[in-house]
Every structure is written in structure tokens, then in C-alpha cells.
């Protein structure tokens, strides 16, 4: 089973002790004392090193060079010396560079036989060279191999998982991480990939690299402990991505179900290029703002309705061929059917991207009468013509006898004093807003203040979930998503 380390560093070798209990009490296997960054600190590194046996977790203790993003001041006789006194006081491993280690060794000496040597690489730039080459040269000098280099688009996941597909089929144990937020999936999936270890940090603490997520995050929202190598990967793509509750609704449906799979969170910036690199190791996908049109060309085959509307926000597979579908289209109608509306309803759909295009082809589809606004009319133009509704400018759609206003755009989530729709509301008239965080944005406020029934983005983001979830698995959890969300929300 995957390991979690936490990394930590004091001032005094006496303060690292709440720090390791507090990394155990959250839930962590090991500490990784950074003997350089206690030195930074003003504490004595030696002390530091002989209080790792004293600590509530073992010990993985690492005195990194600057070479590698470290701050160790002093020559390589005084590191090996302080990695060596950790050793003997009881850590379970040392941390070298591989590009130091003769340089260290001999200062090092033979490690105690319940000490383990790992034997590192780092590039804080880019996605490194010869990497399978550097593990097989750790591997021959008797070392447990760590990579960590730095992705730069979701793509680049796809080298550190085909290292970990490689050492899978050695056999053998492997550390590789890809640094930074577009990295953060190759520590959510440590455990589907077989990772020997991977690192976490503290509730408020910063943590030693980019992309690290505190062990709450990486135990009960991806479920690191469930986790076993080669299971089946989900995730959601988009950018930005870090606000998505995608993995909490589904790994939490996955664990539920006792469905053995995993859902992680992509940042990706190229779509396509995303789909080519690690698509063929995923096995199904959420879409979101802004790349809801652009693996479309890439599937085997598109659902009737994703095609009709022009977007997708879901990638399953159906006899092992990927299938685009839309889940938000569906969401959305149901959502208003749900309101008591009539599917023949005139609906006034602010905005032109994915999620409106759902909207608007969707009730068009059904019999409704759709009006669209847009800030660039062009575009309100183009989505009307392709659904059979009236493109409105700015006056028009104020006066238009629409009975539900539905907010396809962004607006309200990033800047939630903002609304779509600064014009007095109707009383009797029906407002959606497909934005769920913030759950009550300002425009329901407002549209709740004058009399209007309202449709909150919660109820829509849990129905397309929950379709979703039905496509990968034959499974429909809307009451479980419902519930999560509205636990979520209550906070």
C-alpha cells in the first residue's frame, strides 16, 4: 500500500515533535525530517538528526543540496555526517541526489540494515532526461528510485505514469511525482499507480514542493487508502480546476458502491493534446469551462444529443470505444421540468459557451421557445441559429416575456458580488443559475428577493454528476449526491 510522507522542519530539534504527531494524528505513515530546511531555521541539523528516532512516525530524512532546490549550507562531509547520525538514531531512509551521491557516500558510510537508501532526481524546470536511465543506475547502486519533475500541462502526466507502468512490470518499487498544480494527479492516483510513497503536507502548512495536497485532502477526497494499482482512473478536466467538488461527489460514490476506481482532478490547458498523451489510461472523463467542444473530434462516436448541441462534458466507454455525451443538457431539462414548468416554456438563456449551448439545444429540442443573450451577439447569433431560438441584444432581452432566465455563463463564481442580470427580476417567473459555487449567488438572491421561484447550480451540477456516474457504471446515486452537497454547503 501506497505510503504518505509529510514533510517537516523546526527551529529546534524539541519542536519537531508536535510536528510529526500532528502529521500522524491527520493520518500520515512517515515524516521526512529536511534537515536543510531545520538548519534555515536556525536549529542545529545534527541535533535535528539525532532526535528522528525520538518521533511518533518513522523517519525518511533528507538533507537536500542546493543544486536541487535545497538549502543545505555547509560541504557534502558535513551532510553525509548529518545523514548518517539520522540513520543511526532510527530513521527508516536517507534521501541523496543521485548526481551527489559519490560525493556523499563516504561521509555517509554503510547505513544501518533497517535504513534504506533512496536515491533522488529533481527538475523544477521540466520533465527531466534519460529518467529511465537514472532509475536503472539507482536501482544498481542498491537504492529505492525517486523522480520528481514538473509538468507544465496535464499531458505530461502521461512520463510518470508509464514509469510506474514500467516498474509494474519489473516488479520493483518507485517513487515519481510531476510537481505543480498540473502535476497534483500523480500524488491524488499514488496508489492506482503503485507509487512506493508520495508526499503530503500539513493542514496550513505550505509544504516542500508545488502541488503538494495536505493528507486530508489526499485520505478522505481521494481515498489514497482504498486505492490498488491498476485500478480504473476518472477524472475531471478544465482550467481553472482546483474548485471542482467532481472528486468528492464521485470517489465518495465510488467507495459507496464498492466500485474499486479512482477520480482525480486535471488541470489541462490542450484538450487534445491531454486525451492523446494520457487517454488511453483513463477510462472515463468529466468536461468543464473551457474544453467542453474540443475532444469531440477525438471520440469514436458522439450521443445523438452531444452532437445536436455542439459540446460534450462526458467521456465514457462503451465496449472498450469512447463515447462523447452531454449529462449537462439533460441535467438542465430536468431541472426545469422539476420546477413545474411545461417543456413548450419560453427560457431566456444568458450567455453562448458549453454549458448555455446545452441549455438552449436541449428545451429547444423539447418544444421550448429559447431566447439568447450573449455579451458578443455574434455568438448568441451562431448558438441561435443552430437551435432554432431568437439571438436578443441587451434591451431586447430585457423586454422579452421569458418564464425562466437561465444563467449559462461563469458569472457569480469567481467574483460572486457580479450577476449575468443587473435588471429588476419578475415576480412569477423562475430563475436557474447553473453556477454552484457559491451555492446562493446574486442573482438568486435577488431574483428570490422579488418573488421569483429559483433553481440553484447545486441541483444541476448533482444531476449531471449522478448521469454521469450511470454512464461508467450502471449506477445512478443521485439521492448520495444530493446529500454530499447539501452536507457541503450547509458549512
Keep these: 500500500m501506497t505510503q504518505v510522507a509529510v514533510p517537516i522542519a523546526a527551529a529546534s530539534p524539541e519542536a519537531l515533535a508536535p510536528l510529526a504527531q500532528a502529521a500522524r494524528s491527520q493520518g500520515a505513515d512517515l515524516v521526512e525530517v529536511r534537515l536543510d530546511t531545520c538548519q534555515s531555521l ?36 558535513a551532510r553525509g555526517q548529518a545523514l548518517a547520525a ?12 543521485l548526481a551527489r551521491w559519490s560525493e556523499v557516500r563516504a561521509h555517509l558510510g554503510p547505513l544501518p540494515g533497517r535504513c534504506r537508501l533512496i536515491l533522488s532526481y529533481h527538475d523544477f524546470a521540466g520533465l527531466g532526461d534519460n529518467l529511465s536511465g537514472r532509475i536503472a543506475e539507482m536501482r544498481a547502486k542498491g537504492a529505492l528510485p525517486k523522480i520528481a519533475i514538473t509538468a507544465h500541462d496535464a499531458a505530461d502526466l502521461d512520463v510518470v505514469q508509464r514509469l510506474y507502468a514500467d516498474a509494474d512490470a519489473d516488479g520493483r518499487e518507485l517513487i515519481a511525482i510531476a510537481m505543480g498544480e ?20 500539513l493542514d496550513g502548512d505550505g509544504g516542500s514542493a508545488p502541488g503538494q495536497p495536505t493528507v486530508k485532502e489526499l485520505l478522505e477526497v481521494f481515498h489514497l487508502r482504498r486505492q490498488r494499482r491498476g485500478m480504473p482512473v476518472y477524472g475531471v478536466i478544465g482550467s481553472p480546476i482546483a474548485h471542482s467538488l467532481s472528486p468528492v461527489l464521485h470517489n465518495e460514490c465510488f467507495r459507496a458502491f464498492d466500485v474499486p476506481a479512482i477520480y482525480a482532478r486535471f488541470r489541462v490547458e490542450d484538450a487534445a493534446a491531454f486525451w492523446r498523451a494520457c487517454g488511453g489510461w483513463i477510462q472515463g472523463l468529466s468536461i468543464t469551462i473551457p474544453h467542453k467542444a474540443a475532444l469531440m473530434p477525438l471520440m469514436d462516436r458522439l450521443d445523438p444529443l452531444a452532437r445536436q448541441v455542439g459540446v460534450m462534458n462526458t467521456v465514457f466507454r462503451d465496449q472498450g470505444r469512447t463515447v462523447g455525451a452531454t449529462t449537462d443538457a439533460t441535467a438542465i431539462a430536468a431541472c426545469i421540468a422539476a420546477a413545474g414548468h411545461q417543456p413548450e416554456a419560453r427560457v431566456l438563456v444568458l450567455g453562448a459557451g458549453g454549458v448555455a449551448q446545452a441549455a438552449a439545444c436541449a428545451l429547444a429540442g423539447r418544444g421550448a421557445t429559447v431566447a439568447i443573450h450573449n455579451r458578443t451577439h455574434a455568438r448568441a447569433v451562431e448558438l441561435a441559429a443552430r437551435c432554432g431560438g431568437t439571438a436578443l441584444d441587451a434591451d431586447q432581452a430585457r423586454a422579452w416575456p421569458y418564464e425562466v432566465l437561465l444563467n449559462g455563463t461563469a458569472v457569480g463564481m469567481k467574483a460572486p458580488d457580479d450577476t449575468p442580470w443587473p435588471h429588476p427580476h419578475r415576480a412569477g417567473t423562475t430563475v436557474f443559475d447553473t453556477v ?9 438572491r435577488e431574483a428570490r428577493a422579488a418573488g421569483c421561484t429559483v433553481i440553484d447550480g447545486v441541483e444541476m451540477f448533482a444531476r449531471q454528476a449522478a448521469e454521469q456516474f450511470e454512464l461508467w457504471t450502471s449506477l445512478h446515486p443521485l439521492d448520495l449526491m444530493r446529500q454530499m452537497l447539501d452536507q457541503r454547503f450547509a458549512h
Design 182 to 201: 498540473h502535476g497534483a494527479p500523480s500524488r491524488q492516483l499514488a496508489g492506482a499507480w503503485g507509487a512506493f510513497l508520495t508526499f503530503a503536507r
Design 42 to 77: 536556525g536549529a542545529d541539523p545534527l541535533a535535528c538528526a539525532r532526535a528522528c528516532g525520538a518521533l511518533a512516525l518513522p523517519v525518511l530524512a533528507t538533507a537536500r543540496h542546493r543544486c536541487e532546490n535545497g538549502t543545505w549550507q555547509g560541504d557534502e562531509a
Design 86 to 97: 539520522a540513520a543511526a538514531a532510527g530513521a527508516s531512509y536517507v534521501d541523496v541526489e
Design 436 to 444: 454552484y459555487t457559491p451555492r446562493d449567488t446574486r442573482l438568486l
